[in-house]
């Protein structure tokens, strides 16, 4: 109910809008497209700034041409643009915009010290952070920069430092919350060293410092890599109510791969009361989960759900749905799914089509293969090599050679420059050949596979067992090597000597 105060206040402000309606209305308006202005050139900005991470050019320049143009621009925009950056994947330019902060005297904050430090050992290494770091004024050394040294040794797995470094910030009084404990458990967890994590949450509770949620993950983690279930179900205990949804995602890995998979169906159910709907990676990690539990009418529960919630089912989503269906050998499940979304993608990802490649070649049908593979090259724009790759594994492994070469051949020819080798694929070509006994063949390989990089000794010592294998001589094999400033060592200068006479 509106108290006599608010009714009064209400009716006071409408009688001062009639008397100066016209121009409220005006200024508001204004106003409102002077803000809606300032936005759309803040948005444009940062384009221009992205832009450079893939086109090129210099970033001062642009901004300097940014603020020459009189876009109102304060220093937490620079810092936003420059978290945008490095959130997108490039930390060079989010530094560049630091960088050029800095030229116009703009005052640093703490906190912009630790993004800027971590930009440094993004892109410059960890040595030039130090040294950033080191020449900070003494009042810019706080928990944050402080902080951000430590996540950058603990990301390089450097022990020794990010141990001193923890220890110097508990003696400065700085390590007040769970975050320095949860870097070096994370980099314990990349170490493989599990059995560190437990004692970093009993140092935490010792100095009265609460374990939050990302600290009872990364602990449900150690436990579950040491194979210590028991330890695992007392940290679900300790969380009780706290239990989040990452909790009962580890908690649901860890039962599936201990093969105990009624508690990881539990675990997914809990899990699933948790989600949020409204997040397509929800339903993904459950899809799989179900996958790897061997559980395919809840994949397919899931799967509805996501449907039902997402109707406009995208790439992603179709890519888990495959993936799933594969891991539990749904061949037509895998094809159902697959003509649906080849049917509505808007475009075309070659994850999707890789996926029932690879279900077709298991099949041993390779021209449903081939089919989906033609088919994928006239709408994807994307890298071919994976696809490839299956289709000349399986010829190989099949005896069909000669097509495996043309595929090999239309790669160069292609021009697919992001494509590189497998040492698998190289080895199942010249195993053929060597088996074959087939100079020629194994030549021809060569060939191919120099148009994209010079060879090896780990090219030319299969390709010399080849002439072994089929009593071939060269007697110009040992002047191509040192043309080619191959290194010959004991086991190349013995198969030189039976093929050069």
């Known amino acids: 109910m509106m108290t006599m105060y ?111 430090l971590d930009l440094i050992a993004k892109t410059k290494g960890l040595e030039a952070a130090e040294t950033y770091f080191n020449t900070l004024d003494p009042s810019s050394k706080n928990r944050s920069s402080y902080g951000a040294l430590l996540n950058c040794y603990c990301v ?8 001193s470094h923890f220890n110097e910030m508990v003696d400065l009084n700085l390590v007040t919350n769970s975050l320095p404990f949860n870097n070096l458990m994370a980099m314990y967890l990349r170490l493989g060293q599990y059995d560190k994590v437990p004692a970093l ?17 990364m602990w449900i983690q150690s436990c579950g890599s040491l194979n210590d279930l028991d330890g695992v179900e007392k940290v679900v205990e300790e969380m009780k109510d706290d239990s989040s949804w990452d909790t009962f995602a580890n908690l649901a890995s860890i039962y599936a791969k201990a093969g105990l998979f009624s508690k990881a169906e539990a675990a997914l159910k809990s899990l699933e009361e948790k989600m949020n ?20 009418s809840e994949v397919y529960r899931v799967w509805e759900l996501l449907k039902k919630g997402h109707p406009k089912v995208n790439n992603s989503s179709s890519l888990a749905m495959v993936q799933a269906l594969s891991r539990l050998n749904d061949f037509d499940g895998i094809k159902k799914v697959f003509k649906e979304w080849e049917s509505t993608c808007y475009t075309y990802d070659m994850r999707v089509a890789n996926v029932m490649i690879s279900s077709y070649l298991k099949e041993n049908m390779y021209e449903e293969a ?24 399986y010829l190989l492994k099949n005896d069909q050679a000669g097509l495996a070469l043309k595929h090999l051949e239309a790669a160069v020819l292609d021009q697919d420059k992001n494509w590189s080798w497998s040492s698998e ?10 088996k074959s006994k087939d100079v020629d063949g194994a030549e021809e390989l060569c060939k191919t596979l120099v148009k994209w990089s010079p060879l090896g000794s780990e090219s030319y010592t ?34 030189l000597s039976k093929i050069c006479t």
């Open 201 to 217: 949450v009993l140092a935490m509770k010792e100095k009265n410092i609460p374990p939050c949620a990302i600290t009872y993950s």
């Open 156 to 163: 390089e797995r450097d022990e020794d430092k990010a141990k």
């Open 425 to 434: 694929l190289v080895s199942l070509f010249f195993l053929h050949f060597e």
């Open 277 to 296: 709907p409204h997040k397509r990676d929800s339903y993904h990690f459950l899809i799989s989960l179900y996958a790897g539990i061997s559980n395919p």
């Open 6 to 116: 608010s009714a009064s206040r209400l009716a006071r402000r409408f009688c001062a809008t009639l008397a100066s309606a016209p121009a409220a209305i005006v200024g508001e308006a204004a106003a409102a497209s002077s803000t809606r202005k300032t936005a759309k050139k803040q948005r444009s900005v940062y384009k221009k700034l992205s832009n450079l991470g893939s086109r090129g050019g210099k970033m001062e320049e642009t901004l300097n041409k940014v603020a020459m143009e009189g876009i109102p621009i304060v220093k937490h925009d620079f810092v936003r643009y420059a978290k945008d950056l490095r959130k997108n994947r490039l930390p060079q330019r989010a530094l560049e915009v630091f960088e050029w902060m800095e030229k116009k005297e703009i005052a640093f904050t703490g906190s912009d010290h630790a993004i800027r």
């Open 462 to 495: 299969p390709l010399l067992k080849t002439y072994v294998a089929a009593e071939r001589t060269c007697n110009g094999m040992q002047k191509r090597l040192e043309e080619e400033g191959i290194e010959i060592d004991d086991e190349m200068e013995g198969l």
């Open 370 to 393: 081939e089919a989906v593979f033609d088919g994928a090259v006239k709408k994807c724009k994307g890298q071919l090599s994976k696809a490839r790759q299956l289709l000349m594994v």
